[in-house]
Every structure is written in structure tokens, then in C-alpha cells.
């Protein structure tokens, strides 16, 4: 078995080389895995928001089916994605197999539960603390909306990147609806997956690596954000 | 400010989909729905460039298992078919989803063992008599059960050895349910016999003390074939490019390539067109 100080000095030669296909795999993995969070924050933010500040009929129902589709297995998922954008498949006609667009979408499926849940979760404990003022302020409830979610801004920052944990890491959906093709749709996740099965497992663990070194750059990043901007409200 | 932050929001949104787009504009490619062990052994990074370069279009390859491969080409998510399993190629060809089988190149499975040789079989070259060996050690014996190329052939050797591996499975016979990578790597991990086209053992990089245990039988032959996705079936078919692709394989030129594929000055593929 190979050494792990063996394997980190093979990543860190990785991305010292600064090797091109290594830089296409990297960008278009936090392309696909970006894409889909933000449209999973577009959709599940004011989802989240909605059935968290508002009492309606069946809502016990749409809380438990929205915290059970978090669970939603990521195989299952690219399997439903390809029969929908299979050429024999209804949305077969758009050609979207294949392609970056079908990852995403496929990625889409899976971090919007995660977002819409926790972002329910929040906004609903918020909304307790905030519900006096509403009704004494007679606040419309599309103000009441925005104002949670701005007001719980820096609490969804961390919903945002519980979805992109979910979604850099994930393998199983974006195989089968991207394929793994050369240059087109091979991400982080597929390599590692592709480098395993030819047995070469310290180029595989050392991918693994500069993964996780990316998912590093891109939390430090979100939460220097969150700090200036914390900063500045104070001021 | 809310306003604004929605607004902000809703062009993220959309920038992401504009981001999406371009990627599925290029037109000039084919799909060539393909098996792992022609991907893993770096024949396709070595060939395609060339057939590219010569007529400008892009090959991308999804290497699956033969059967999912087939079964994904049946649904036209492809133009064209490249696989190992002549059987099913054929019935491919008679249910209409392909236009006509053509061999391409062949090479032969192996059957790779641990140094401590448990059933005795090293050195062997008649799978059967090296199969019922193996059954009756009760030594472990990893197969695909993927209903790939390989353990379709697999299947039918044993089989021709008259040996029961259904009511094996879970004992000594052991189904990982992977690719051929997967699959050696598991069966290395546990001291299990396993059948292996040798293109994929040849360039597998994680081989640890195993050795080619049974070789050179000619039942384990094979052959790897070609097919044109049906266009009248599936009218998203690029014909005229895939049988470009499928031309350029069969002629002098793309067989030559074929042959000259090699690692460790080994040769992986041995082309057959006819």
C-alpha cells in the first residue's frame, strides 16, 4: 500500500504541474457544482422561506416530503434525469444528454431539497422571534419574506454550502447523465472514479485531495464574504 | 434592498444557465457508446486525436458495461456502438436498433490468480479444466456480475465447464456488481481469482503481486465489433458522421492504429476487420 505522505506529495505535484487537463476538470466541476446551487438557492431559498413564515393547509405533509428529499440517492436521481433527457425520453428532442446542462440539472434535483429544508428550518425559528413586529407593522407578506431571508442572510450562507458539500462530492448522478466523456463532461468526481477503476489509486486519492482543497477555498472564500459584509452592517 | 437582492438572485440564476449553454452548441461530434475495457486501456486517448485530426470530428466516448451500453444505445443516446458481446451485438442489429455489425479487433481474456495459487491453476491454458479446478478448491473467484462483455463470457465458460456458479454466489463465487477495475480491485483485495480481458489487466495499475494465472485458450477469444446506431429508428442519429467514425476504424488506416497501440511494448488490440 502506498505511503499517505506518497500520495499528498503526488497531489501536491498535481497542482503544481498545473497540468491542463487538471485545470479543465477542476473548473468545470465547480462550474456544474455552482450552476446548481445557485439555481437550487433561486428555487429552494424562497420555497424554504414560504412554507417556513406561513401556515397553510397539508404544510406538516410539505415539510416532511421536503426533509425526506434530502435524502434523495444520487443514483436515482441521474437515472430519473437520463430517462427524462434520453433520446427515447420525453425531453429527449433538447439533446441535453451528455452535456454540462444535463449535470447540472441532475445536481439541481438534489441540493434544492437540502437548501428549501434547512432554509425552511431557519426562517420559520426567525419568524417566531419576528412575528409580533410583523403583525404590528402590518408587514405584507411578501416584505415578511424578504425580510427574513435578508434578515437570516449569513445562517442561509451555511444552507448554501451544505448544498455544495452535497453536490462537489457527488459521483452518482452526474456519471450517468454526463457520461464521464473526455474533455466534456468529466468532473472531479468522475475522474476519481475513473482513476479507482483503472487501479490507479494514489493519482485517485491525490485528485481526492485537490478536492477537498477546493471545497476549502471556496468555504474560506463565502465566509471572508460573510465576515466583510458583517463587518460593514456594524459600522 | 430586498428588491435588490432578489434581483441580484434571479441574474445569478441566469447567468448559470447562460454558463450551461454553450457546451451543447459544438455540433460537429458523435457519441460512441463503448466498454470500459476499451477506455481504461487508453486506446480511445490514443486513436481519437488522429481520426480528429483527419476529418474534424469530435468523438465522445461513454465507456460502460456492454450491456448498459447497449441498452443505452437502444434508446438512442448514441451513434454509434463499439462493444464486445457478438451475441448481443447481433440481436442489437435484428431488433433494428443498429444498422450492421462489423468486427473490428479482438484480443483475449486472462484469468489472473494471487502468487499462492490456492486452486493450483498457474500456468494452465484450458479454462475448463482450470475452471473446474477453481470450483472445486473452492477457491474465491470474483466476477463482474454486471452483464458486461466480460461476464457474459465468463458465464458461458463456466458453463462449458459444467460448473453451477449461481448456487456458488455469496460462497466462493463472488458477484462485485462493477466494472472490470472495481472488480480487480476487489478481487486483489481478497485473494480471489478473476477473468480479465488483457487489455485492462495489462494497464491496470494496481496489480499487486497477481499474475496471469490461465491464458491461451482459444475459447477465450475476444472479439470487439461495430455498429451503426439505427438512424430510421432514431432520427437523432449523426449517420453520416458515425459511419465516417465506423469507416475510418475498419480501413487500413484505422487498423494500423489499432496495432500500434501498445504499453510496455505489449500489444493490446489485435485488429480483425474484414
Not at chain 1, 476519481?192 to 489509486?201: C, D, M, W, Y
Request: aromatic share 8%.
Amino acid at each position: 500500500m502506498d505511503s499517505f505522505s506518497g500520495i499528498l506529495m503526488e497531489a501536491i505535484e498535481l497542482i503544481l504541474s498545473w497540468d491542463s487537463d487538471v485545470i479543465e476538470i477542476i473548473m468545470l466541476s465547480l462550474r456544474v457544482t455552482l450552476c446548481a446551487v445557485l439555481l437550487a438557492c433561486v428555487i429552494g431559498l424562497p420555497l424554504g422561506a414560504i412554507v417556513g413564515a406561513f401556515r397553510f393547509p397539508m404544510r406538516t405533509g410539505v415539510v416532511v416530503v421536503m426533509n425526506t428529499l434530502m435524502g434523495l440517492p444520487p443514483v436515482v436521481v441521474g437515472l430519473l434525469v437520463y430517462l427524462m433527457l434520453s433520446a427515447s425520453g420525453p425531453m429527449g428532442v433538447l439533446g441535453l444528454l451528455y452535456t454540462p446542462t444535463a449535470m447540472i440539472i441532475a445536481q439541481t434535483i438534489l441540493v434544492t431539497p437540502i437548501v428549501a429544508a434547512l432554509t425552511r428550518q431557519v426562517i420559520e425559528d426567525l419568524n417566531l422571534e419576528y412575528s409580533e413586529q410583523f403583525a404590528s407593522l402590518g408587514v405584507r407578506p411578501i416584505e415578511r419574506i424578504f425580510a427574513l431571508l435578508w434578515d437570516a442572510r449569513y445562517s442561509l450562507l451555511t444552507v448554501a454550502l451544505a448544498g455544495f458539500g452535497r453536490a462537489v462530492a457527488e459521483v452518482g448522478a452526474v456519471i450517468i447523465v454526463g457520461g464521464n466523456i473526455n474533455h466534456v463532461t468529466r468532473v472531479m468526481t468522475t475522474t476519481i472514479a475513473l482513476e479507482t477503476s483503472k487501479g490507479n489509486l494514489q493519482l485517485a486519492l491525490a485528485l481526492g485531495l485537490i478536492l477537498l482543497l477546493i471545497a476549502v477555498v471556496v468555504n474560506i472564500l463565502l465566509m471572508a464574504i460573510r465576515g466583510t459584509a458583517a463587518r460593514a452592517a456594524y459600522v | 434592498m430586498f428588491r435588490r437582492n432578489f434581483i441580484a438572485l434571479a441574474t445569478a440564476g441566469l447567468f448559470a444557465l447562460g454558463v450551461a449553454g454553450p457546451a451543447a452548441a459544438q455540433d460537429d461530434f458523435i457519441i460512441v457508446q463503448s466498454t470500459t475495457s476499451t477506455q481504461n486501456s487508453g486506446l480511445f486517448d490514443y486513436m481519437l486525436p488522429m481520426f480528429q485530426k483527419e476529418t474534424g470530428i469530435e468523438v465522445r466516448v461513454v465507456a460502460v458495461g456492454t450491456g448498459q451500453a447497449i441498452k443505452n444505445a437502444a434508446n438512442g443516446d448514441g451513434d454509434v456502438l463499439f462493444v464486445h458481446a457478438k451475441a448481443s451485438e447481433e440481436q442489437f442489429v435484428a431488433d433494428g436498433d443498429g444498422v450492421e455489425r462489423s468486427d473490428v479487433m479482438y484480443n483475449d481474456f486472462v484469468i489472473v490468480g494471487p502468487p499462492s495459487d490456492p486452486a493450483g491453476v498457474a500456468g494452465m491454458s484450458d479454462v475448463a479444466a482450470a475452471m473446474v479446478k477453481i470450483s472445486d478448491a473452492g477457491a474465491a473467484f470474483a466476477s463482474r456480475g454486471d452483464d458486461s462483455g466480460t461476464h457474459k463470457a465468463e458465464l458461458r465458460l463456466w458453463k462449458d465447464a459444467g460448473v453451477d456458479v449461481a448456487a456458488a454466489s455469496g460462497g466462493w463465487y463472488r458477484e462485485t456488481g462493477s466494472g472490470m477495475g472495481g472488480t480487480l480491485n476487489t478481487g486483489t483485495g481478497m485473494d480471489a481469482y478473476i477473468m480479465t480481458d488483457r487489455a485492462t489487466w495489462i494497464s491496470f495499475g494496481n496489480k499487486g503481486d497477481y499474475q496471469i494465472a490461465v491464458e491461451g485458450d482459444a475459447k477465450m477469444f475476444n472479439q470487439y465489433g461495430i455498429i451503426l446506431v439505427n438512424p430510421e429508428k432514431h432520427s437523432n442519429v449523426k449517420a453520416e458522421q458515425g459511419q465516417k467514425f465506423i469507416d475510418w476504424v475498419l480501413s487500413e488506416a484505422g487498423q494500423a492504429v489499432i496495432a500500434d497501440y501498445k504499453i510496455d511494448g505489449q500489444q493490446l488490440f489485435f485488429p480483425n476487420a474484414k
